[in-house]
């Protein structure tokens, strides 16, 4: 359930390894019928309507299995990020054209990390020294205006590839710019992710008409996710407070009970925090950006504390912790309905196929995100879908 946490922070912001997603620990002891695909096909198909092939580039970055960061070369190879990968204007060329017409097929190899995807422009790379000494890589992030990559239109989506399965999801918890929708093939058919037809631009016109959520947009390129918009000083940083005293008020005469699926914890507020029993513990009254990017006072560490966190986070997001006492809250009916809600994740859900997106860090909770896995996968397209 919990496929995306190591993902927070803005990893692009600083040089850090890419993390790994999906599975984890308890994928690797999944019984299978068969082993995945190692390395995997992925079929990248354009079907964006305005822009050709060769206009397009792709980038996969991460880790390997031994934690080293690594990029992947067009004919499929996966290679150790070097110093020596900065060009003389000082960025690490690492792009890998798609064919001139028709669709194009890698080899993706075992890893933990990012295929991301730029459209009329290359994007910012740069090795940098780590805190060790080592190189690591630095990422773009697109959203912030000084980035070198803030006019390159892109976007991304997140994978780990191991003989247990491949676990990918498409992201739009930084920020939401090509819509594109991912097809796994192996134990199970399964795709994720596409839009309903026109839905960019709804989602745009729906954020940026919404009070609070005007300034999230930066021109056709983004909309910013709201934490990321806060932090750039184009997002109130109290939005969510009065629905935090609302909950907290809430709760201080009722008691929440949340199922993590392995146990039942049970808490209400008392003074500032909302209490739980035995290894939960109590949470302290979370900040407007600790919700948006579930994190502070939300972090999501090792259970049963984590799940509880997540589930809290996703109810805040979700503004359905007022009004369901039985958590996770499962009825999509439930999820937005409040004034103070996240907008930006509601726009999302509301233009998709399957009602699934990656709002937010805990959109996962209760499977509402644009998530899937296979332990038998064979193979894999991403399909940029029109704007």
Known sequence: MFNRRTFLGGLSTAALAAPVLGGGAAAATRRRAKLSAVPLPLTVVNHTGAYANTSITLYIVGVDQSGQQVHVTPDGRRVPISFSDNGSDGYAHYGIPLNNSGDTTISLPAMSGRVYFALGGELKFKVVESGTGEPALRYPAGWVPSDPSNTVLHDVFEFTLNETGMYCNTT?????????????????????????????????????????????????????????????????????????????????????????????????????????????????????????????????????????????????????????TTQPATNAASFYGHSVTNHYAKALHANTVDGKAYGFAFDDVAGYASYVQDTGASSATLTLTPL
Not at 285 to 294: A, E, G, K, Q, Y
């Open 172 to 324: 739009m918890v930084d920020m939401f710019s090509v819509p594109s929708a991912i097809r796994l093939v192996g134990a199970s058919d399964q795709t994720t992710g596409t839009l309903e037809p026109g839905g960019r631009d709804r989602i745009f016109s729906s954020i940026t008409s919404t009070p609070g959520f005007e300034n999230l947009r930066q021109g056709d390129y983004r909309i910013v996710a709201p934490g990321h918009a806060l932090d750039l000083g184009n997002f109130s940083s109290t939005y969510f407070d009065s629905y935090i005293d609302q909950v907290w008020e809430k709760y201080r005469s009722t008691t929440m009970t949340v199922d993590i699926g392995t146990g039942v914890h049970r808490g209400s507020v008392s003074g500032d925090q909302f209490v739980f029993g035995g290894e939960v513990g109590a949470f302290d009254r979370p900040s407007t950006r600790d919700v948006l990017f579930c994190d502070g006072a939300l972090f999501a560490g090792a259970a049963p504390r984590g799940p509880v966190a997540a589930i809290l986070g996703a109810g805040l997001n979700r503004s359905n912790l007022h009004s369901v």
